[in-house]
């Protein structure tokens, strides 16, 4: 194979008026240990993604190296020390190595193809010895030591994701360190970062842009003479708001996109906020959650970085230079200069400069709310919930101009969020901002009145003052239209949940959830909707939550069995056109799962075992390398855990590729016979079986 030549590119933030790329202690530290990490394959010096870049959970744990998409380039130590941990799964990380070096720091090497020499048969031996298709075990210092240079394994694409090398170097903290900062190579990179657009949002129920609630996003940019970019447009701010950035770095002359290094928001000409990705710990890299801002990937704006803190966040990358932390209030009223400055590892940069204005006084709308009464019972089947049983008022909301009554196929999503005496009913759709409708929102056996509404591009807000107690409090919300039309209706207990003290939430159903110390980044108000009837365990939904809520670690959900209920019932989480299977774990007469995110779940049930399909081109004999079958699993998923494949009655290594759907089973250590017989079996998640029995003739 002939190699490419040695192009390597990196990017992060840092801060900046004039961007450098300073060394940072970690690599002094190792170099002062003896630690010279060489590069740990011989397949390219280019990437396919950077340190610390976006994934859907978690910041990127090291660096990408290219592959051409193809498999089999040596991978090698890239230190001395020794092998410390081997891991073989058909997801994450395929097969992957870890190898300890000098004071504990640790490299890995993942996606392999397979390893080499004397970790290759350590390996092999261990799957026969366990009788395990799957690994992950830890060894001693000396069981298999390693030299640097030497040849342990080669790239591959088992995991997720296409062919390449991932490779990570962490310290003896179990912090991830970003390994090109240990290169000392000769990176080729004169590109500088791309921006594709800057976002303002408000912060906080007092904030605004542009005098709405919405969040603005702003991706038409000029170019300066001096290279920069310039926002034609003047964002207006009231009272508290942040901006995001979004866009990607390439290296020089290619087309894989990358993150940034480095970001820093100047606010008149003061450095207000900044970050950089050099560093971060292992077990924290879930942060990424609210470094990326949670309503833009909803909505699917794009993957924006907030420029602000809004949680508590112990990462190191931040600068928050004041008190501030990046938000953008208490400024003088009037207009004010802004600057982000993008740049990569190697100094190239750059930036937007834009103008914005900041007031200070709350623009109320002047909409006229009209108080009528009507007598109506509400209540959801098989719940009793806490409501008013007869006289509730019910709100008429006039809007100038109006172009008719609101209807159900005008509303596209519906949110609710608040903070501690307010309540913000966000109705999203596209000519929702120009109908008439009746609403009323009652909290425990209180009638509530609006005190602001603010009217979108296509979306509605409306605020409530509410009682400000932390106690679990029962809601309940109609909207009608003039021709007494049921709009909405929704009946919710709202849950103040911590994010230092276990909570367990119990639903008028019967169900429950329960919230460990530490699974939310902060304390959030949360939803808790019940519709449906558990009578019928098919209908039955538990939406939790309205918004964006991320979150730290697993919480539980656990719901009632019912005698209606057969085999295969398990847990779903539904999105709008599809299902996902949860669990189906079970603690004395309840569905037990782990959840992490807010979101509607419910029952399902996946009756349908796996199909196994003899792969087409399979011979009728066993040649004594490799049978390939190809699975398929239409309900909940294979549980790859399952798969046991005997011939003539010996266990033999399976190995599963979930992406290709296709079984891969190792017939080498097979006693030579004239006839075979193999026996498959294999699971899905909820307990579905299949076995296939083959009767095959020998060489």
Known sequence: MQLSPLLLILFFILPIEQVTSQTPSYVDRAQKLGLDFIWPTNASHELTSTFAEFRATHYHYGIDIKTWNQVGYDVYSAEDGYISRIRVSPSGYGKALYITHKSGYVTVYAHLDGFAGKVKQFVLDKHYELMRNELNIFLNPKDLPVKRGDLVAFTGETGIGSPHLHFEIRDPSGNELNPLRFQKGQFQDITPP?????????????????????????????????????????????????????????????????????????????????????????????????DREPEFLRDGFGRFT???????????????????????????????????VVSDLLGNQTELNFKFEYQTEQDVSGLQFLAVKERKKYSIPEFSVNVPAEVAPLIWYPVTGASGNLEKSDIDTFFVSREEDKIRLDIR?????????????????????????????????????????????????????????????????????????????????????????????????????????????????????????????????KFKKTQKMKSGIGLYRFNRNSSSFIGNRTVDDYFVSNFNSLGVYGYGQDSLPPILIQKSGSGSRITGKKLEFKIKDAGTGLNTSSIKVLVNKQWCLAEFDPEKALLKVYTDRVKPASDYQVVLSLEDKTGNRTTEIFNWKGR
């Open 429 to 557: 759709g596209k000519s929702v901002a120009k109908k008439e409708f009746r609403i009323a929102l009652i909290q425990g056996n209180h009638s509530l009145l609006p005190v602001q509404v603010v009217t979108g591009k296509q979306s509605l807000f409306i605020d409530f003052q509410v009682q400000s107690m932390l106690v679990p409090q029962n809601f309940s919300l109609k909207l009608m239209n003039s021709n007494e039309s049921l709009i909405l209706e929704k009946q919710w207990q709202y849950v103040y949940i911590t994010n230092t003290t276990p909570q367990t939430v119990n639903l008028a159903s019967g169900n429950s959830v329960f919230f460990d110390a530490g699974n939310l980044f902060s304390p959030q108000w949360i939803t808790f909707t019940e519709t449906g009837y558990l009578s019928d365990f098919s209908d039955y939904r538990l939406e939790l939550g309205s918004g964006s809520v991320p979150f730290y670690s697993l919480a539980e959900l």
């Open 194 to 290: 791309t921006i594709t657009g800057l976002g303002v949002r408000p912060l906080t129920f007092s904030g605004k842009v542009n005098h709405s609630f919405e969040p603005v996003i702003y991706k038409d940019f000029k170019r300066q003479n001096s290279g920069g970019l310039e926002l034609s447009d003047t964002p207006v701010i009231t009272e508290n708001a942040g901006f995001l950035i979004d866009g990607y770095d390439l290296s020089s002359g290619k087309s894989n996109k990358y993150g940034f290094h480095q970001v820093q928001l100047w606010i008149d000409g003061k450095l207000h906020y900044e970050i950089q990705y050099d560093q971060f710990p292992v077990d924290e890299a879930r942060y990424i959650l609210i």
């Open 306 to 340: 907030r420029l602000f803190e809004s949680e508590p966040n112990p990462l190191v990358i931040y600068n928050k230079i004041s008190e501030k932390a990046g938000r953008i209030f208490g400024l003088n009223s009037g207009l004010h200069t802004g600057r982000v």
